[in-house]
């Protein structure tokens, strides 16, 4: 699966935390205007992968936010809510929208690599379990 080059991930990852284009140059000891550009092309590849990641999974797309770096698609064939979000470092990694969320043992990897991500993005508080962030998470993409 595609995943942001390191510096452009980086840039994406700080102002999808709410750090404004200014901040995040400064912190990076950038300009503004190559923040904006990274912004904008790692914003521009997102969108393109989850739309292909619709297109691959028979499905529907309901909402895609590039800013924040998710997209909740409807599978055709199944009727499920796919939730879809770019995990930093690891790319785009998807949960079905069925009990249980995180089933067995071969999900638990997966399920935690989501919920560290929608941690680390700002999208939801730490919480005591990767599924209850996980519910949290499919609330915000839902809201």
């Known amino acids: 699966m ?39 092309e790692a914003r521009a590849r997102l969108a393109h992968w989850f739309v292909e990641k619709a297109e691959f999974l028979n499905s529907d797309l309901i909402r895609l936010d590039s800013v924040r770096g998710f997209a909740v698609l409807r599978s055709r064939q199944l009727g499920l809510r796919v939730y879809v979000i770019y995990v930093p470092k690891k790319g785009l990694r998807a949960i079905f929208g069925m009990e249980p969320l995180c089933p067995g043992k071969d999900s ?31 609330g915000l993409m839902e809201s």
């Open 108 to 138: 638990e990897r997966h399920c935690r690599e989501i919920a560290r991500a929608a941690v680390e993005l700002g999208l939801v508080d730490e919480s005591s379990s990767d599924e209850e962030v996980i519910r949290q998470l499919i």
């Open 2 to 40: 595609p995943r942001l080059p390191d510096r452009m991930e980086e840039v994406w990852t700080l102002t999808a935390r709410g750090l404004s284009e200014a901040e995040a140059a400064r912190k990076l000891g950038t300009t503004r205007q190559a923040v904006n550009k990274m912004v904008k």
